[in-house]
């Protein structure tokens, strides 16, 4: 049976006071949760102040993006090995914001994801259309894409490293949001994909999260659908006692 994860996703909000400050508060609502893991993802500068809040906790800590060299002349970017030094389990890596505005292309998102999993850290690899190419049928063909090309050159024994998140772009802070029978059909082709890709075995163990204006009033809908295992929230993961009512989806 595959565990269900809840991840959040701070973006670019939340200095160090008002990472920790988030941080605390969320420990005590969901310290009871049940058999979910959480995730949360600061911003690069605050990790380690939030990494010594949440040590010891149910809690796990996710980077929003790496680098995939170990070290170099690489100025401004942060390696792998450098999140789990300060207490990373998680990267999400390849997030429609990243390839939109910086980017990058399903070949950096594999380099990424590979580095990623060299250096123990789980890969939340982000995967999704536009309303351009949803509106033009070609959801999965873009799907495909982006898993072909993200898992390139990873052995199927690696595979339990790689989460993946189905977020599809028109739905990411515009307030809409898929159909529970729009995600179903998405994460139903994604692990038949995963499937053609390795092997039936393995796509059945992967979790398979959406990501998309997920909120506390659509997060139950979504997760009683076969294929659903979780979320990757954005907003409203910056406020903790928001952030707790999607993990206690079941309560």
């Known amino acids: 049976m595959r565990r269900p994860i809840i991840a959040g996703n701070w973006k670019m909000y939340k200095n160090t006071r008002e990472a920790v400050e ?50 170099g002349a690489f100025t401004g970017e942060v390696s792998p090995a450098m999140l789990t030094d300060v207490g990373c389990s998680h990267a999400i890596i390849g997030h429609s914001e990243r390839r939109q505005y910086f980017g990058e292309t399903d070949e950096t ?47 199927i024994t690696d595979m339990d490293s790689v989460i993946i998140a189905y977020e599809p772009v028109w739905a990411i802070g515009t307030g809409k949001t898929a159909t529970d029978a729009q995600a179903q059909e998405a994460h139903a082709f994604i692990r038949a994909t995963l499937a053609s890709f390795t092997d039936q075995a393995t796509a059945a163990r992967c979790r398979i999260l959406y990501g998309g204006s997920v909120k506390p009033e659509n997060i139950r809908g979504l997760m009683i659908q076969e294929d659903i295992d979780g979320a990757l929230v954005g907003g409203a993961s910056l406020d903790s006692a928001s952030f707790a009512r999607i993990v206690g989806y079941e309560s």
């Open 22 to 71: 988030t941080a605390a508060k969320l420990l005590p609502l969901v310290s009871s949760a049940g058999d979910v893991e959480i995730v949360i993802a600061p911003v690069f500068t605050v990790l380690g102040a939030v990494a010594k809040v949440t040590a010891g906790s149910n809690v796990r800590l996710a980077a929003q993006d790496c680098f995939w060299e170990h070290e």
């Open 109 to 155: 998102v594999n380099r990424k994801v590979r580095a990623a999993i060299r250096s123990g850290l789980m890969a939340i690899l982000c995967i999704g259309e536009t309303l351009a190419e949803r509106e033009s049928g070609a959801t999965f063909a873009v799907l495909e894409r982006q898993i072909k090309g993200g898992i390139a050159g990873i052995p």
